[in-house]
Structure formats: C-alpha cells, structure tokens
T-cell receptor, first 114, second 115 residues
Framework: AQSVTQLDSQVPVFEEAPVELRCNYS??????LFWYVQYPNQGLQLLLK??????LVKGINGFEAEFNKSQTSFHLRKPSVHISDTAEYFC????????????FGKGTTLSVSS | DGGITQSPKYLFRKEGQNVTLSCEQN?????MYWYRQDPGQGLRLIYY???????QKGDIAEGYSVSREKKESFPLTVTSAQKNPTAFYLC??????????????FGPGTRLTVL
C-alpha cells in the first residue's frame, strides 16, 4: 500500500446509534487491510482484517467492515454503539508481499455519548 | 500467556541523553517493528526486523537505533540526535508472510517525555 486515508478525524455519535468510520487506500498491488482500536494510553488491538475471500468481514465487539476494490475503500461499521466503544480507530494496509510493513491512517476518534 | 511486553510504561529523559526502550515477545514471531505515535498523525514506522541480526529503516529512522540479537527482543534506542523524541512508542510483532496472516500484534506502549 502507498497511502491510507481516514476521512474523518472525529466522529461523535449517541449511544445505540449506528456508526461508519471511513477508510480509503491507494495501492498498485493487492493489499491486506486491517482495523485496529486504541483505548487511551494503551497499545493497538486488532478489530478485524481482510486478506481475501468474502468482502464483508466481521470482527470483535460487533464491528464489521466491507472491502470495496473498485472504490478502494474499507469502511468500518457498527449498527449500535456503546459508550465503551469510545476510542481511537486506525485503518491500516499492507501489500500482500513478504515482509512489508503496515501503512496506517491518521486515526478517527469515535466519541459515544448518552 | 503469549504476548508483547514493553518497558517502562513511562520514561522521562533529559535533553542530550540516550534512552533505550525495551520490547520482548514470546509469540515466536520472526518479525518485529517499532512505531512512533504523535497526536493526529497516526503511527509511523521507525525500524523493523524480519530475522535476528538484521533490520531495516522505516520512514522516520533518523535519531534512532535498534538491535536484534535475539528473536524475542528488539530494543529501541532514542539517541540525542532525535530532535523531538517526546511521543508514544509502540512495538509490534508478526509472523512473516507465507505463514499465514502476517497480522501485527502490538505491545502496550512506552510514553517518552523529554524534560
């Protein structure tokens, strides 16, 4: 992957509302795609990943993402958010070649309020 | 439990001093990585290593050095040449491609503050 763009730096939503965090990538080759979540002062936890096969990927905590090759997108969705989903979310991509490193987006802060 | 440990969690350094951040993994992963995180900038790759005694520079290697003498360990030294070292540092590890997913797993991070 050459770059990853997260289109929203902050997304405020109310509890139980649906949410979509947008991610676009650019690459001249096939890629693997990932979403990570980071809670304050902690490391990154893998939410889900797309390697191949079905374009709809389900992850932990009720999140899912859809790989769209024609739009070079990998948007993250959840139908009903909780206060505990408040965190920073990172989209990342990697070329599907041996030993290449991850390219990260700049992150989206999801703030869930009651 | 398998995982990645980083120490210390918080580190304070005076200007002009070198400091070393520890990263250890017991996941039997071949590859290890160091990232720097600054607010609003995401994660940027400093160095990575795919095998023992070998490592490559990432996007922002200037002012940093690493070693990989053991498979389990990948310490990062922040030298006095690093102009703005205050940041959150994250270590990660993964299997190599060809063995599966190549997913990177992250440690809890070290927050470095230069006084």
């Amino acid at each position: 992957a050459q770059s990853v763009t997260q289109l929203d730096s902050q997304v405020p939503v109310f509890e139980e509302a649906p949410v979509e965090l947008r991610c676009n990538y650019s690459s001249s080759v096939s890629v693997y795609l990932f979403w990570y979540v980071q809670y304050p002062n902690q490391g990154l936890q893998l939410l889900l990943k797309y390697l191949s096969g079905s374009t709809l990927v389900k992850g932990i905590n009720g999140f899912e993402a859809e790989f769209n090759k024609s739009q070079t997108s990998f948007h993250l969705r959840k139908p009903s958010v909780h206060i505990s989903d408040t965190a920073e979310y990172f989209c990342a991509a990697m070329n599907n070649q041996a030993g290449t490193a991850l390219i990260f987006g700049k992150g989206t802060t999801l703030s869930v309020s009651s | 439990d398998g995982g990645i440990t980083q120490s210390p969690k918080y580190l304070f350094r005076k200007e002009g001093q070198n400091v070393t951040l520890s990263c250890e993994q017991n996941l039997n992963h071949d590859a290890m990585y160091w990232y720097r995180q600054d607010p609003g900038q995401g994660l940027r790759l400093i160095y990575y290593s795919q095998i023992v005694n070998d490592f490559q520079k990432g996007d922002i290697a200037e002012g940093y050095s690493v070693s990989r003498e053991k498979k389990e360990s990948f310490p990062l030294t922040v030298t006095s040449a690093q102009k703005n070292p205050t940041a959150f540092y994250l270590c990660a590890s993964s299997r190599l491609a060809g063995e599966g997913t190549d997913t990177q797993y992250f440690g809890p991070g070290t927050r470095l503050t230069v006084l």
